[in-house]
Nanobody
Framework: QVQLVESGGGLVQAGGSLRLSCAASGRTFSSYAMGWFRQAPGKEREFVAAISRSGGIINLAGFGKGRFTISRDNAKSTVYLQMNVLKSEDTAVYYC?????????????????WGQGTQVTVSS
């Protein structure tokens, strides 16, 4: 398995931006598709975005299109989630995940490892 550590969460006003980072260690980072999920209080964990091993394939949840961007740097074993124009409904714990491929990750399937999560709070 690969070990994942998220960072970059915090408190931001509505309309602001945050960039989350997820640093991987252990097994070869470039052998994994990577993704981000989030879980708000009282709700199920939901898919946010996923990116293929090479970065050539990206899947983004509808609520993130036009606002969120996922990217990865295989040389740094890090995946990023840039979030712009944040809304109060984006408040959640954001989790990084390593998996087999982008399509299955979007279905919360084929996930090998999870990070511990980082809190994002958007004040209105």
């Amino acid at each position: 398995q690969v070990q994942l550590v998220e960072s970059g969460g915090g408190l931001v006003q509505a309309g602001g931006s945050l960039r989350l980072s997820c640093a991987a260690s252990g097994r070869t980072f470039s052998s994994y598709a990577m993704g981000w999920f989030r879980q708000a209080p009282g709700k199920e964990r939901e898919f946010v975005a996923a990116i293929s091993r090479s970065g050539g394939i990206i899947n983004l949840a509808g609520f993130g299109k036009g606002r969120f961007t996922i990217s990865r740097d295989n040389a740094k074993s890090t995946v990023y989630l840039q979030m712009n124009v944040l809304k109060s409904e984006d408040t959640a714990v954001y989790y990084c995940a390593a998996g087999l491929e982008v399509p299955s990750m979007a279905r919360r399937s084929g996930i090998d490892s999870w990070g511990q999560g980082t809190q994002v709070t958007v004040s209105s």
